[in-house]
């Protein structure tokens, strides 16, 4: 791991030249091309004049586009600043304004989006890519990441000396560039934002080295992969860091051809592993639900699959037996956050494995359970907060040490998660520390709450979170979306709570939806939903 990260596509260039690296609403590019893309990218930012540890931030679905400006950008000395095409005029205004980005990338839909807010930032050049392009978006596809009101307007782009289209961006750079002397050790490769579930996105610096080795071990540790035999699909949007490292980074690493998806869409992605058999899906507990409910599951052929991670939220027992039933492939947990690049644990894909754990630490990480207040590790078996150490652990928060300093403790990370590690080692994830609940004096955590509901055959999707309550502070909320055609009182889940749960930790309100906010990972939005509450009572 003391190469650049874009080493991975120079490697995998010359090796692979020719295989598909990646296939796109029916177009493919080969390594050969993608590297002669990305190198034309660089050229182009460096024509722009952007030096090294400039910032470049990328507002793309998964696409072409997205894959060629992050390996272009770090090739020119960059640093990628990963935005996500959901965010709002006052989010996209803050995280530019944070990371001080010099370039954006975005799709032409998103133009007046970033046009509204550029004034107020560093901004200095836009380039335009999009549905009119070479390898087109499909309307249908891409319009879930704009806003209603903006479906109708038409952009028209006018190139000028600060917005370029990437057309002409390819028709004139050249496949060279002024190769950057990189540090892998130091070098920020990637300012990547936290989710945003518990509070203002920070920006987690990560280095080339941190995210060189999370793919090495992740290559190492949960696959057997068969290095430029493998078809990787991409639904996890690369914008986030787990679809980056877990299935960007890792296909070129490996010379596989990634299949993209620029959005989840359970019946897209079953034509698509019927079509074109991709044998290894990284996803998330959401993805796979969501899979195993669709009404014509049973009509594809999913018997390419063997391998599956899941992470990014804990994976129901059940949603993880009926996956592997379905598919004949192997589906296991892993854990990460965005701050650690982000896999630190993960089981076993091939070898020994515990359901409900989030296994082993990966290959050069220590990982251990303290008390929060003194840092001292706690017996086996008992819950404190998970600590991490190893080389995929951030750098820090940008310009923000205070924060970087309440979460790192000698190069020791505190994940905010509550767990404890079982006589064999294995890790079990128990809630996050900011999700427990404290109703009437009791600490309640979710996730147990959650799993005794998803024990019922009525429910498809739930979650149980704190919500604000005059006389216990805080109340258990359980909100739940049923099957298709399935029908439960809120007495009945009672009694099935009550059955299988302490009293106190039983919910004390239902609240039946169609469906619950996610994150782009799929990640439920718990914290959303109790703002939502904490405002009726305002
Ligand atoms: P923010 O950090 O702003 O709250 P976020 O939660 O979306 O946003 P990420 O870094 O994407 O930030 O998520 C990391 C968190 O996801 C972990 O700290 C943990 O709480 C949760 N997580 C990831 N994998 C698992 C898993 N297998 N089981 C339980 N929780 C998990």
């Known amino acids: 791991d003391n190469k650049p990260l874009h080493y991975f596509l120079e490697e995998a260039a010359a090796r692979y030249k020719e295989k598909k690296a990646l296939y796109f609403q029916g177009k493919e590019l080969t390594y050969a091309e993608l590297l002669m893309q990305a190198k034309k990218f660089a050229n182009y930012l460096q024509g722009l004049g952007v030096v090294k540890g400039d910032r470049v931030a990328i ?23 990963q935005t996500n095409p959901l965010y709002t005029e006052r989010e996209l205004e803050y995280q530019l304004n944070d990371s001080g980005a010099k370039v954006i990338v975005c799709l032409d839909i998103l133009v007046p989006r970033v046009t509204n807010v550029k004034k107020d930032t560093s901004l200095e050049h836009m380039i335009v890519t999009g549905i009119k392009d070479y390898l087109p978006f499909p309307k249908n596809l891409i319009y879930p990441f704009i806003q209603k009101k903006q479906y109708n307007i038409v952009v028209k782009v006018e190139e000028s000396s600060d917005t370029h289209s990437w057309t002409s961006l390819m028709d004139k750079a050249k496949a060279e560039y002024q190769a950057i002397e990189v540090d892998p050790v130091e070098d920020i490769a990637l300012l990547q934002y936290t989710g945003g579930t518990t509070g203002f996105p920070k920006g987690v610096m990560l280095t080339h080295r941190n995210l060189v080795s999370n793919a090495l071990a992740c290559n190492a540790w949960i696959y057997k992969m068969k290095h430029g035999e493998e078809t990787i699909l991409g639904v996890l949007p ?43 899906f990284p996803g998330a507990p959401t993805i796979y639900i969501g899979i195993l409910n669709h009404p014509d599951l049973n ?29 004949g492939g192997k589906l296991v947990e892993g854990y990460g956050l965005t701050e650690s ?41 008992e819950v404190g907060e998970l600590a991490v150490k190893g080389p995929q652990v951030m750098k ?55 799993e005794v509901l998803y024990e019922h055959e009525a429910i498809q999707e739930t979650v149980v979170a704190g919500v604000p309550d ?7 909320k359980a909100y739940v ?41 799929g990640k439920i939005l718990r914290r959303q939903l109790i703002d939502e509450e904490k405002k009726k009572i305002k």
């Open 59 to 81: 507002m793309l679905p998964n696409s072409p586009q997205s894959v060629i400006s992050y390996y272009g950008s770090l090739m020119a000395g960059a640093i990628v600043v």
């Open 238 to 280: 690369f914008f986030h860091v787990y679809g980056m490292t877990a299935v960007m980074n890792i296909s070129v690493l490996t010379g596989s051809r990634m299949v993209l998806l620029p959005k989840f869409d359970a019946g897209e992605v079953l034509k698509t592993i019927h079509k074109l058999k991709p044998t290894i």
């Open 299 to 327: 009509k594809y052929d999913l018997s390419s699959i063997e391998a599956c991670i899941s992470g990014s939220a804990p994976l129901p027992v059940e949603v993880q037996e009926k996956f592997e039933k379905v598919t």
């Open 341 to 381: 690049s982000p896999v630190t644990h993960a089981n076993l894909i091939y070898g020994n494995r515990v359901s409900g754990s989030i296994g082993l630490p990966w290959p050069d990480t220590d990982a251990k359970i303290v008390r929060a207040e003194t840092f001292e590790e706690v017996e086996i078996g």
């Open 396 to 450: 820090g928060y940008w310009n923000k040490p205070e924060d970087t300093e309440s979460v790192m403790k000698d190069g020791w990370l505190l994940t905010g998660d509550l767990g404890y590690m079982d006589k064999d080692g294995y890790f079990f994830i128990v809630d996050r520390k900011k999700d427990m609940i404290i109703a009437g004096g009791y600490n309640i955590y979710p996730r147990e709450v959650e």
């Open 470 to 476: 005059p006389y216990r502070g805080e109340t258990v």
């Open 481 to 521: 979306v049923l099957k298709e055609g399935s029908a439960v009182t809120e007495e009945e889940l009672n009694k099935f709570c009550r059955e299988r749960l302490a009293a106190y930790k039983v919910p004390r309100i239902y609240e039946f939806r169609k469906e619950l906010p996610k994150t782009a990972v």
